[in-house]
């Protein structure tokens, strides 16, 4: 057992480490969704583990918030996709209220883009492009029973999953009509950048009628 507190422990660990990337404003394009671009494929180019995993978060019409990790599908002129079941309890937030806050954190190169946005469902071949193309294991786990519910064993769900494999097998152009590519319709977007000795530096594109304008933030 440790003597020292958790406090102490958790104050000794290394936060940014290695050589960061630069983060030069001036150099910004006009458009964020060109600079989520950049920094993403700079994330992939530096082997940066699971790039495209993000952080979601929606809140119920009561306030009630909720977060949770999800992949980023695709990046379009229009915003940020990504799929999910819309019978989920995310699904159901946000049906009732279709906004959301991204999160990619990018810790090999001290990068965090937010995202605030509208969501809404994209057009349904694009949800099932998705699902066809998941691997055969996650698409039954999809179909094997109701996301987020309470489970009485795990093994009703590998039992669901070889169930759920055998249909597919059967019909493999099937998609279950819940499955559903989210578009997020950015409104603004921040991106921050560590650097030596703890300076920050941060940029955030906000949208208004005329377009994107860009301000610099206190770190
Ligand atoms: C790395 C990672 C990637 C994930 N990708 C997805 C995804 O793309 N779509 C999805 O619905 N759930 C994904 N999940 C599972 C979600 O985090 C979550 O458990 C599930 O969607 C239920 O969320 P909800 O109860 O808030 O609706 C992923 C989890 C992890 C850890």
New binding site residues.
């Given amino acids: 057992m440790t003597e020292t507190s958790w406090r102490d422990n958790l104050r000794a660990l290394p936060v940014f480490t290695g050589d960061l990337p630069t983060f030069d404003t001036d150099a910004t394009p006009a458009s964020p969704i060109a600079l989520l671009e950049e920094w993403l494929s700079g994330a992939i180019s530096a082997n940066v583990a ?1 790039p495209h ?1 993000m952080t979601l978060a929606t809140a119920a019409v009561d306030g009630s918030p ?1 977060a ?4 980023l599908k695709d990046i379009t002129d229009e915003g940020l996709w ?4 819309d019978s ?4 159901r937030e946000l049906a009732a209220n279709p906004k959301a806050a991204l999160a990619l954190y990018w810790r090999e190169q001290g990068r965090q883009v937010r995202v605030v946005g509208s969501i809404e469902k994209g057009p349904r071949e694009v949800s099932e492009k998705d699902f066809l193309a998941r691997k055969p294991g996650a698409r039954a786990a999809a179909i094997a029973g109701p ?2 519910e309470v489970l009485s064993s795990q093994q009703k769900f590998l039992d669901r999953v070889e169930e759920a494999k055998a249909i597919l097998e059967f019909r493999p152009d099937f998609v279950p009509d819940e499955w559903t590519a989210y578009l997020v319709r950015p409104e603004s977007i921040e991106f921050w950048q560590a650097a030596r000795e703890r300076d920050q530096v941060r940029l955030r594109y906000s949208r208004d009628e005329s377009g994107w304008s860009k301000s610099l933030l206190w770190p």
């Fill in positions: 699971q995993a909720s949770r990790t999800l992949l990504f799929a999910s079941l989920s309890p995310k699904g996301e987020s």
